[in-house]
């Protein structure tokens, strides 16, 4: 495919290494990589960078027009639909050629004067990467909290800010993750402290305005736990959640007695999950305590172990209960059943519920913000494929609902012109496989015209649905763009998830496989004119598919790829790690370190031909570290057949989310397409 063959890529430098465990030894040429601050290794990338500009240079006015086209579809200053907390209505609005959001509010109501609590272009300034996240303004509405990370790993300072006099406070929290929650009295505030080495939030710490000490709470021990702190809706109980893959354990405390010791609500056990949350004389709790797919429980205030709990809504073996959202006579479920996403509304006054009307074949259905436990309004939102994200507030009391707001698309997009279907695939053991897929309506089903399936199938994630306007880019040359609902994921319930791990992991891969084989069958694509794409574990799966039927797609974009498990997995000091036995397993037992050596896609790659590929990842990545990308691209290039493309492109200045900004990470999304569209000849 290679038709600048005569531009030779980097060639990395072989140094191995060897690793012995359970009696089996394996060689790793390119370990070397793992030192971001090797001169060596930035040499390397930055080689990469400039051999994945040359080769693409011919498409380089097409980045640049893809960019300023996705850019054109967004609304340049816009505002988010203001909510009620507190007599004060909270939005986030953007300005013209601004990447970043302002924060605002207005006292009483929409027609009083702006107060803009925190303006991120403001902080921005002289950063190449900026995020804001864990905003939490106190009970008396004077003071903001609000964590800031300007290197893109994860690990974010808290500040705090007096909303009467703009004053940023001297206070300044270090390696956390962002998130706090005030106590009733103003000026206290807890937060989780992340380890600086693995990153991994393990203490909760008590912090009092003015004083430079601050107090360890609650550390959690166990290195597959990671622990955070909330607060429940109510605002009577501060929540510290311990939580890992398959067991939870909370703790709370009166948010007026911040000062006393957090008592656990119900002690944690292998495999049982839960979560709390407070109204009027009961804690209400979501487990899945012989309940595989979860169920709704009650229980006393003062008697909070698992003997007191009441059952409210048992378990279903067809729907899956995945949130809670209370309100003073309404109790609010959100529900999963046949892949789709519900919306129940309980009346507790009158013990009568009904759902929200959704109709369109793929689509997605999400509770929104509701902090006022008085309101009669239900905040959701609805969107799918060729639905704008909308906003809608449902009345409780009339069952009425009213569009608030619906993502204004520029440039003329016009939802009729495309559509939107949902399949079924059968996978090797004859399960049903959803795929959601969206094309323009003069897409050929000759199976001859190119299509880009999506998957990921990981950690119980399910991959909804969703609108994407920068999709249009794609659509409008003729792709057809399918997402493949497969195991590892949610979609179908929690077995859906229990049947695509551990020991099951590789069902989350042949069922990908039998997607792109069905949609084949279908005639919506061939396999000259199939591309795949997937990110983080979604970039494993791309790493195990291309391993076991490389002839099946043209082109590949995999996105910080999760791809050298067994060597991650056997490191305790990278972020993630320990958290993750019970999705991956633990490859110090030889069980688990035979399997997952067995799909490994770094351990896996061998002398055959390959299909093109688009390899990306970011140099402060806490996620997926860099070098795994990294050194699967070396390897590749190493024992490889075939003369298709391979580039690797590492933003070096971002992390696992990639570029900050609104407009900024839209370059990375035009680099993906374009590399798509050279291999169409588009």
Request: charged share 25%.
């Amino acid at each position: 495919m290679n038709d600048q063959a005569d531009i030779k890529p980097p060639v990395a430098e072989k140094i191995a290494k060897e690793f012995s465990i359970h009696g089996d030894k394996r060689i790793d040429n390119y370990y070397w990589m793992n030192d971001r601050e090797n001169p060596k290794v930035l040499a390397w990338l930055n080689a990469e960078n400039a051999y994945l500009d040359t080769i693409l240079s011919p498409e380089k006015k097409l980045r640049e027009k893809l960019f300023e086209e996705m850019k054109s579809r967004i609304k340049e200053t816009d505002m988010s639909v203001p909510y009620l907390k507190n007599g004060y209505y909270y939005y986030t609005r953007f300005e013209a050629g601004k990447e970043y959001p302002v924060y605002c509010r207005k006292k009483g109501s929409l027609e009083a004067a702006e107060q803009v609590i925190l303006n991120v272009n403001d902080l921005a300034a002289g950063h190449p990467y900026c995020h804001v996240g864990g905003m939490s303004v106190s009970p008396d509405a004077t003071l903001l909290a609000y964590g800031i990370d300007t290197v893109s790993r994860r690990r974010y300072a808290i500040h705090i800010k007096n909303l009467e006099t703009n004053e940023v406070l001297t206070d300044v929290i270090p390696e956390t993750t962002a998130a706090s929650t005030w106590a009733s009295d103003n000026k206290t505030l807890f937060y989780t402290r992340k380890d600086t080495v693995t990153l991994r939030g393990d203490r909760i710490m008590r912090h009092t305005l003015g004083t430079a000490a601050d107090k360890e709470v609650y550390h959690e021990a166990d290195e597959t736990f990671d622990v955070s702190v909330s607060k429940t809706k109510s605002g009577k109980y501060i929540v510290i959640n311990s939580e890992s893959t398959l067991s939870s354990e909370s703790r709370i405390l009166d948010a007026a007695k911040p000062n006393d010791a957090f008592r656990v609500f119900q002690p944690r056990e292998k495999e049982m999950l839960y979560s709390i949350d407070h109204r009027d004389d009961k804690f209400y709790i979501v487990t899945n305590w012989d309940a595989l797919n979860f169920r709704l429980m009650e229980s006393p205030l003062d008697k909070t172990s698992r003997q007191n709990w009441k059952e409210l809504i048992p378990n279903r073996p067809d729907v899956l209960l995945e949130g809670l959202q209370l309100f003073k006579d309404f109790t609010v479920l959100e529900e999963r059943k046949g892949g789709l996403t519900l919306i129940r509304v309980i009346n507790d006054k009158t013990h009568t519920d009904k759902y929200l009307p959704f109709s369109e074949a793929a689509y997605t259905a999400s509770v929104g913000n509701n902090p006022e436990m008085d309101s009669k309004e239900l905040r959701y939102n609805y969107t799918s494929m060729i639905t704008p994200n909308s906003v809608y507030d449902y009345n409780l009391e009339t069952g009425k609902s009213e569009l608030k707001r619906q993502q204004e698309v520029l440039g003329g997009y016009d939802p009729k012109d495309y559509a939107t279907e949902r399949l079924f695939a059968t996978a090797t053991d004859g399960t049903r496989i959803p795929v959601s897929i969206v094309y323009r309506k003069t897409f050929e089903k000759n199976g001859k015209c190119p299509l880009l399936l999506y998957g990921y199938g990981s950690y119980g994630h399910s991959m909804d649905a969703t609108f994407d306007s920068g999709l249009l880019s794609l659509l409008d040359r003729g792709f057809a763009f399918a997402i493949a609902h497969i195991r590892g994921g949610q979609e179908m319930g929690r077995q859906w998830y229990e049947d695509g791990k551990m020991f099951k992991k590789k069902n989350t891969f042949t069922d990908f496989i039998a997607c792109a084989h069905y949609l084949i069958e279908q005639r919506y694509t061939d396999s000259a004119h199939l591309y795949a794409m997937g990110g983080s574990a979604g970039g494993l799966l791309m790493g195990a598919v291309v391993n076991m039927e490389p002839q099946l797609f043209h082109g590949i974009v995999a996105q910080v790829p999760f791809v050298d498990v067994v060597t991650t997995m056997l490191d305790e000091t990278i972020p993630l790690t320990t958290g993750e036995f019970d999705e991956w397993g633990n490859p110090k037992n030889k069980d688990s370190y035979d399997y997952m050596k067995s799909y490994s896609p770094y351990d896996n790659v061998t002398a055959k031909a390959y299909p093109n590929m688009l390899v990306t990842t970011g140099l402060h990545d806490s996620q997926v570290q860099y070098w795994e990308p990294a050194k699967w691209v070396a390897k590749l290039r190493e024992l490889k057949t075939d003369h298709n493309l391979l580039l690797l492109h590492t933003n070096m200045e971002a992390g696992h989310g990639g570029a900050s900004g609104r407009f900024k990470a839209l370059h990375e999304v035009a680099l993906d397409y374009a590399f798509l569209l050279k291999l169409e000849g588009k």
